[in-house]
């Protein structure tokens, strides 16, 4: 690994976006490609990140600490990145459904995908199900990721799969789901194609569910 993308990785290791951010624009001065810095510098952090909170080494706060670092320096990286036309990993529309209102989850989740290369398309939160297919039929979205935090919200994931298909979209897109009070049955009892615990395991489930 070249000595600049190292630095690079081991500051989104230990969260220190300052260093990120005069390492980014140094590694593209030294003539290193856009994508080698994405991929050796932050997605395989990012990884490592999600490797060490599956392990019980990293916690929420390491976790989201981490992820900012990573975002510090794919906002220095993207207009590189556009210009090499780079591909992302695949497009995924995320939000909290309607009449949730937390966002903290979603905004770890959002941040781990894009530091694993998705490009993400985050509606906030409080999202009607009209936004999600609004995502799909105009942004050309791979995934509609769903969450939701209060068991009065649940229902908000099944409405808006209801949606989606009623739209005549659900068949080319996945819908992945995730949420304190949800679980794996749920996720089937409404039709997701998938369901993930955690942000680490959320970039596993995108990933897989973009397998062909």
């Given at each position: 690994m070249d000595p600049i993308i190292r630095e690079i990785y081991d500051a989104i290791l230990a969260g220190h976006s300052k260093i990120v951010e005069a390492k980014v624009p140094a590694a593209l001065g030294a003539g290193l490609a856009p994508q080698q810095i994405m991929e050796e510098g932050m997605i395989a952090a990012m990884a490592e990140v999600g490797r060490l909170f599956e392990e019980g080494e990293y916690f929420v706060p390491e976790m989201l600490i981490a992820a900012r670092a990573m975002q510090t320096g794919l906002?220095?990286?993207?207009?590189?990145?556009?210009?090499?036309?780079?591909?992302?990993?695949?497009?995924?529309?995320?939000?909290?459904?309607?009449g949730d209102l937390h966002d903290i989850g979603k905004n770890l989740v959002a941040m781990m995908l894009e530091g694993a290369g998705f490009e993400v398309l985050d509606l906030g939160t409080n999202v009607t199900s009209a936004k999600f297919v609004a995502a799909v039929t105009e942004k050309n979205v791979r995934i509609v990721a769903l969450s939701a935090l209060l068991t009065?919200?649940?229902?908000?994931?099944?409405?808006?799969?209801?949606?989606?298909?009623?739209?005549?979209?659900?068949?080319?897109?996945?819908?992945?789901?995730?949420?304190?009070?949800?679980?794996?049955?749920?996720?089937?009892?409404?039709?997701?194609?998938?369901?993930?615990?955690?942000?680490?395991?959320?970039?596993?489930?995108?990933?897989?569910?973009?397998?062909?």
């Open positions: 906002v220095l990286l993207k207009p590189s990145l556009k210009k090499e036309n780079v591909p992302s990993a695949g497009k995924v529309a995320i939000g909290s459904v309607l009065t919200t649940m229902s908000g994931m099944k409405a808006t799969i209801d949606a989606l298909a009623q739209a005549g979209v659900r068949s080319r897109i996945k819908v992945m789901v995730g949420g304190a009070p949800i679980t794996e049955t749920f996720a089937r009892q409404i039709g997701a194609d998938g369901y993930a615990p955690d942000a680490s395991r959320a970039v596993a489930l995108a990933k897989s569910l973009l397998v062909v």
